[in-house]
């Protein structure tokens, strides 16, 4: 066999051994999207052209988490940014989460720096020193006071806060002797945050906070489909109103499991009637009023139950 027949053997046999080059997964440059879910103030989703969905965290910020003070502000002003419209997003890379981390434009108008301008973020200066424009924005809303900085002492950094290393700063208790509260029994107070779509925030007289899981419901999580939509409905029901809490007890996490009422409604009732959550046996007594309201709910494809691959929310958040 001569050189070159063998050469031309070999070549043919790497061709049919060696394997085909994966596809690549390289992001492109930038992304555009119209944005069709917003989680915090922080972290979108975004549909591309071609109907794909991406999840956006921001880089270069980070924005108080959900259940943190100022958490529902800062959504709310990136809702009235960016909201149903479409953005750009000048991609950096994507994190161990798989979402996309990338700097956000509507037009010319950077979202990132305008979050920070307006006291809605921080300077994620660990990961962004670069961003020098944002450091300067967040001196710049310190000094004005504006949104979170408009508090007494040091607000909570979203690191720390997700950490465990700082605790939230809170008022002082005007009587201690009244801060105990029972392992069940019944708490009256004001709505002053909503996390999701089945857990809230009471602060009482005495200015003690307690964080509310609804008795016997689970909602879609907020990166789920209809978790946004849950949260909203529930934040109409009852945000900024007393309340009355009756509870059996507290679950492992330390929040009260209770029965949400304001005036004569039943808070967790009205989100099962509407199709905003599902009555869930695992989070609470078998209720047949709760029961009743999932099966219409779902016979009459309200609200989560349009979609017929409604996925439960413990399944989710378990990897089921």
Same mark, same amino acid.
């Given at each position: 066999?001569? +050189?070159?027949?063998?050469? =031309? ?38 549909? &591309? ?64 720096? =305008? ?64 801060? /105990? ?24 007289? +005495? ?6 899981? &609804? ?21 109409? &029901? ?6 009355? /809490? ?24 009205? &989100? /099962? ?48």
């Amino acid at each position: 066999m001569t +050189n070159t027949l063998k050469l =031309i053997c070999a070549a043919l046999l790497a061709a049919f051994v060696l394997p085909c080059p994966a596809a690549s997964d390289t992001l492109p440059a930038k992304l555009k999207g119209k944005v069709v879910r917003i989680a915090d103030g922080d972290t979108v989703t975004i549909r &591309l052209k071609d109907g794909t969905q991406e999840k956006i965290r921001f880089y270069g910020i980070d924005a108080p988490e959900s259940d943190q003070e100022y958490g529902d502000k800062s959504r709310e002003k990136l809702v009235s940014l960016i909201d149903g419209k479409t953005i750009t997003v000048k991609t950096h890379k994507r994190d161990q989460y798989d979402r996309v981390l990338g700097e956000i434009y509507l037009g010319k108008k950077d979202i990132s720096l =305008i979050m920070v301008q307006e006291g809605c973020a921080w300077h994620y200066d660990h990961y962004a020193p670069e961003l020098t424009e944002l450091a300067d924005a967040q001196k710049q809303a310190q000094a004005a006071k504006k949104g979170l900085w408009n508090v007494e002492g040091e607000p909570t950094a979203p690191w720390d806060y997700r950490r465990g290393g700082k605790v939230a700063k809170k008022k002082p208790q005007k009587n201690p002797a009244a801060d /105990v509260v029972p392992d069940s029994g019944k708490i009256y107070g004001q709505v002053v945050r909503v996390t999701d779509g089945d857990t809230l925030t009471v602060r009482m007289e +005495n200015g003690r906070e307690e964080k509310v899981q &609804l008795l016997g419901i689970d909602a879609p999580e907020m990166d789920q489909d209809y978790g946004q939509e849950a949260r909203q409905r529930l934040f109409q &029901l009852v945000q900024g109103k007393h309340v009355d /809490v009756v509870y059996p007890g507290r679950e492992g996490l330390g929040r009260i499991n209770g029965k949400v009422y304001f005036h004569d409604q039943y808070i967790n009732l009205i &989100l /099962v009637q509407e199709g905003c959550a599902w009555h869930s046996e695992k989070y609470g007594p078998d209720e047949a009023d709760l029961r009743e309201a999932h099966r219409q709910a779902k016979e009459a494809k309200k609200g989560l139950w349009a979609n017929p691959d409604a996925r439960e929310p413990w399944k989710h958040r378990n990897g089921y």
